[in-house]
């Protein structure tokens, strides 16, 4: 994209900027086309981010989509489908693109397992949206590491047996994923929190916690008649090692792995300092994202291959069972994808190349897997959610903003609700689409 398409001037949408560097837009608004009196439009055309085409009108929300392109993923936002009596599993669903697929999710009426490093941090954030009481009966946070493989099937175990075994499944969204590793100092902030006793912890956030926290203690759990410890032992959670990534979730983030990280520099991780998505400031001048195959440590590849492509085949295999138990034929199993894993792609840099092999080998896991599960009536497909966040160091990043008014097309919310649309899209017409990467 050339840098003079780069700047913005959208008003309060992903592309919304104030100050000097916006394009030049022509005076006469009739000249918006039908139906769009009083858009504004640009001297210049740009390319669509989406479709490619040229367009001079810029839309209310979007300013790197074209029009039509931009009702359409608008539209897409707010879209929804009657998931009622419905389960979903969404890993990864504490921040970001998953958190707002959660919500999209329990709005939607489904009930919602969520599995995250941090469940007291998740539990916080959920508890804080308005409309929490309208759908908490329906959400459970587990905290599980996918760089575990031991706990991700010891997890597995759990949802096929607990209850009696009369559990279902409708929808596995595999959304975590590892892009740009974070050494312990970044997750430091939100540990006094994980390890607080959950006694003190708000009813609300017991609640949605209360059977994560039991797994964590069988001895409580065993005393409500639920687990006994030797369903613990069943489920890999004593012993040496055991279900670690399971019970001590949060923990594992601060292992120190690499060199770097026992003696890290002073000032990268400023105490107080959160992004916009109440995440920790990274000042690092170089990150994951930035790496060629030479600089990449033999940790931080196989814990990506872990995360991103180990643990949804686990997950989408072990949990199989589930999802067949109840006899209905639109169920989903979304792999959250991105553009790093296409082979196809032109412009291809030399960078990260981990993640992109992760990606293509999830794509890779549809490609070979989604005939089969549809056969018992589960449709599996890869989706991208699309360019939404700058993985870029943040003196890169800013440095692009200031210089070409630089931002990603996308924002989280589109992200969701391109992840969730098979599911949602796939109930409201009855289309259910599978195979797709």
Known sequence: MPAGDLASVAPEGPGAFEGPGAPSLADDSDTAGPGRTGAKVLLEPRHCYTCKEHYRTLHHFYDQLCPDCGDFNFAKRVESADLRGRVALLTGGRVKIGYQ?????????????????FPRDSAMRYSREPDFAA????????????????SVEA?????????????RLDFIVNNACQTVRRPPEFYRHMMASEVAAFDGLDSSQRRILGSYEALRDPQRLAAAGDLSRSSALEYGLSGAGGGVGLTHAAELSQLALLP??????PGLFPEGQLDQDLQQVDLRG????RLALAEVSTVELLEVQLVNAVAPFVLNGRLKPLMLRTVNRDKHIVNVSAVEGQFYRNLKTTRHPHTNMAKA????????????????????????TGWVTDEDPAEIAARKLADHRFHPPL??????????????????????LWGKF
Not at 138 to 148: A, I, N, S, T
Not at 260 to 265: G, I
Not at 286 to 289: F, I
Not at 411 to 432: F, K, Q, S, W
């Open 361 to 384: 080998a999830l794509n890779m896991m549809t490609r070979t897997s989604a005939a089969d599960y549809q056969h018992d009536g589960i449709h599996m497909n890869s989706v991208d």
């Open 135 to 150: 759908w908490s009966d329906r959400l459970e946070v587990f905290g599980l590491d996918l760089r575990h493989t031991p």
């Open 155 to 167: 997890f597995c175990h759990l949802l096929l047996t607990r209850d009696g075994g009369h559990q």
């Open 260 to 265: 770097d990280e026992h003696a890290p520099e």
């Open 286 to 289: 170089r990150n994951s994202w």
């Open 411 to 432: 924002d989280i919310i589109d992200g969701a609700a391109r992840i969730v649309d098979p599911i949602i899209a796939g109930v409201n017409t009855g289309e259910h």
């Open 101 to 117: 697929a959660g919500l999209k999710l329990l709005r939607a009426g489904a009930k919602l397992i969520v599995t995250t490093r």
